[in-house]
């Protein structure tokens, strides 16, 4: 074993010092080639701007699951903030059908801002959050959208006459085809 250790040392010593020359061999690869991923390109940041409306867009038979009031819009009145969604409820329990409407509105004495209205398959959530900018502090409501096979956040804050819709994050930037959860650690509405 030690003979064939040696010859191999020997071989490469050879063969290490036989490629020396003057002349610069052009180097080849015969490795594997890596390509990198491409980076999904980030969805250009689609603002919308919200005006107030006389209608608020959902019925009163409709159950509202959150609601908040806030001077959001720097006005000096408290603004109610409501989450309503379509699903009747029965002896305290929300009957969930596989899609129903929902509504996030902000109702003032003046009128509604309808910020989402859609029929969708799946939950929302919403926070109201100061935000500090440069020492200013502006109100924001982040709406969580659990799709079926799609998650966004959307982010409403109050500029001069109505709110501005910035979509934060949307997984149709990262997955083409949808996505299916598996686990969710975001509780179940109760009714109070």
Known sequence: MK????????????LSTAG??????????TGPTI??????????????????????????????????????????????????TSAKTEKGEIMWDDSQDWTLAVVTDNGVYNLY???????L???????YLQGIETQAIT????????????NYTFEDDGFVENILFTTDDVSTAGINNTFSSFPEYKLD
């Open 125 to 131: 959530y919403f926070e109201v959050n100061d935000y």
């Open 35 to 84: 390509t990198p991923i491409p980076t999904p390109e980030p969805t250009e940041e689609i603002k919308q701007k919200i005006q107030l409306s006389q209608i608020l867009k959902m019925k009163e038979t409709w159950t509202t699951l959150s609601y908040t009031q806030s001077d959001i819009r720097k006005k000096g009145t408290k603004d109610r903030i409501v989450l309503a």
């Open 20 to 29: 020396c020359n003057s002349q610069k061999q052009p180097q080849t690869s």
């Open 3 to 14: 003979k064939i250790i040696a010859v191999l040392a020997a071989t490469m010593m050879i």
């Open 117 to 123: 209205s859609e029929y969708i398959s799946g939950r």
């Open 143 to 154: 709406l969580y959208i659990f799709d079926g096979a799609k998650r966004e956040i959307r």
